[in-house]
């Protein structure tokens, strides 16, 4: 069964250093997201991407962050200058069309841990 | 504002025993329901959703969840809990005014005990 993957698995960083999360969306799959689920907190959007640009974002996702598919397979979670409070899970998710009801398939995550 | 309730952060029943899990929206009209499941290490994956159409919904696994209006709520239910359910329920709702985004719940651990 198709699935979609996210690497690293866990990454640690200073921070102020930049760091990029990677995910391989489903392969067939148009539309794309990131979440976060910051340790004890609910799981929050971030970001959804759709015909490479981004369809809505939310607060959290102020000018550090950044969202790419730099090309056919992966969609990329640029952050600029890591805080401390930029400590979370971070889940990719695809989902073939773009609509409220069709599923979204969501990635085991990469743990980011700013020191 | 939209948001998901769920208001156990942890349960614990016996294996072999029937399971409810519970969740609430705050929502004016009806939002698109989804449960998702997370075993250690793993995605979130879909156990069931709902849209419209006939409330009580069958999913993955042997869980079924009922979409109550007149409660706003969106229960998941199973009748006999395995040990390998053991893991962390998420309920999520997308609201068509909003775009397609979920908002999720808190989550509930669900642990089983032989």
């Known amino acids: 069964e198709p699935e979609v993957t996210q690497t690293p698995s866990h990454q640690v960083t200073q921070m102020g250093q930049e760091v990029i999360l990677r995910c391989v969306p489903i392969s067939n799959h148009l539309y794309f997201y990131w979440y976060r689920q910051i340790l004890g907190q609910k799981v929050e959007f971030l970001v959804s991407f759709y015909n490479n640009e981004i369809s809505e974002k939310s607060e959290i996702f102020d000018d550090q962050f950044s969202v790419e598919r730099p090309d056919g397979s992966n969609f990329t979670l640029k952050i600029r200058s890591t805080k401390l409070e930029d400590s979370a899970m971070y889940f990719c998710?695809?989902?073939?069309?773009?609509?409220?009801?069709?599923?979204?398939?969501f990635g085991p995550g990469t743990r980011l841990t700013v020191l | 504002a939209q948001s998901v309730t769920q208001p156990d952060i942890h349960i614990t029943v016996s294996e072999g025993a029937s399971l409810e899990l519970r969740c609430n929206y705050s929502?004016?009209?009806?939002?698109?329901l989804f449960w998702y499941v997370q075993s250690p290490g793993q995605g979130l994956q879909l156990l069931l959703k709902y849209f419209s159409g006939d409330t009580l919904v069958q999913g993955i696994k042997g869980f079924e969840a009922e979409f109550k209006r007149s409660q706003s709520s969106f229960n998941l239910r199973k009748p006999s809990v395995h040990w390998s359910d053991a893991a962390e329920y998420f309920c999520a709702a997308s609201f068509m005014e909003y775009g397609n985004k979920l908002v999720f719940g808190a989550g509930t651990i669900l642990r089983v005990k032989s």
């Open positions: 998710a695809s989902s073939e069309l773009a609509s409220s009801t069709d599923t979204q398939y």
């Open positions: 929502y004016g009209a009806t939002p698109y």
